[in-house]
């Protein structure tokens, strides 16, 4: 079991009879992608801000490298974070947005500008002002400036929004670099889950304030593989027919539904089965689903997207 670098306990914020986050218990593992996805209004920048120390919490504790409680701001400085859009000077480039940060750190290392430039994919932009930057260029000198001072854990609130192609390509070039190079742990939300599936190796995913579920990479994919779906009413007496007949890799997914992710071609072998053991079938095919409409169907359908 991988080290568990931050973790939330019914992690709430309420404004007025509003509950933006609604006991949110979050575990990110060290040297993970943690992909925090949920719609615009989900109650992920707030979450986020609540993690970063930028907005207090209602309710609820932040676990942060083993710390927490008032011993937080101990260990804030390791948190990099770009949250909205990131604050640039528009007549300075990229470097003097840099020197600005590092000063304030007080970081006079030569070459470390330079160092966060290139790491960032910014380093032959020279002399160009930021204002002149595209979209995606503002988005990678804004995690640029989430380096500075070498955090452990960058948040990043929806970096890919409202990127072309090719600005989505580099800054997740970049955050991939980050976790590969330098072992660096993620927080990223967004809610496009097609592209966080590009770079997440965990996920959390957030409806209306509430975690509806947290899983790793494997078990996203496999939710969304190729499979027999099996709908009937009391799965759990379908377990011993599935066992008996050689079935290991299934999963009872709620009180109507049975995944089975192998010997897709058995499927009227199992109906045949449950029939003879007296369990009604309701329906049962081999199905697949896309990621993005995953995500939509456990967020209630694309109506509301």
Do not use: W
Request: proline share 3%.
């Amino acid at each position: 079991m991988s080290e568990i670098l931050l973790e939330t306990n019914g992690l709430t914020k309420q404004y007025g009879k509003h509950k933006a986050v609604d006991h949110v218990n979050m575990h990110i593992r060290k040297g993970a992608i943690y992909g925090f996805i949920g719609r615009n209004g989900a109650g992920k920048t707030t979450c986020l801000r609540m993690i970063s120390g930028l907005a207090k919490p209602t309710k609820g504790q932040i676990s942060l490298f083993g710390y927490e409680g008032k011993r937080l701001k101990e260990v804030r400085s390791r948190i990099g974070c770009l949250i909205e859009a990131p604050g640039l000077y528009g007549n300075m480039t990229a470097y003097e947005n840099l020197m600005i940060k590092c000063k304030l750190f007080g970081i006079t290392q030569k070459g470390y500008i330079e160092n966060i430039l290139e790491t960032v994919g910014l380093g032959d932009v020279g002399k160009k002002k930021t204002k002149h930057f595209s979209l995606g260029m503002k988005q990678r000198l804004g995690i640029g400036l989430a380096l500075v001072g070498e955090p452990d854990l960058l948040v990043l609130d929806e970096p890919i929004n409202g990127l072309d192609p090719q600005g989505i390509a580099e800054v997740r070039d970049t955050i991939s670099f980050l976790q590969e190079e330098r072992n660096m742990t993620v927080l990223i939300s967004s809610h496009i889950l097609e592209e966080l599936s590009k770079i997440a190796t965990d996920y959390g995913i957030i409806h209306e304030g509430t975690l509806l579920q947290e899983m790793t990479r494997e078990e996203l994919f496999k939710r969304c593989s190729e499979r027999i779906e099996i709908t009937l009413d009391h799965p759990e007496a379908a377990v011993p027919v599935l066992d008996g007949l050689g079935f290991k890799d299934y999963q009872v997914m709620d009180r109507s539904h049975i995944h089975v992710f192998e010997r897709l071609n058995d499927s009227d072998v199992l109906n045949s089965a449950l029939v003879k053991a007296g369990i009604p079938v309701r329906g049962i095919g081999v199905t697949s689903e896309e990621l993005e409409d995953y995500f939509l169907n456990l967020t209630g359908g694309a109506a509301h997207a």
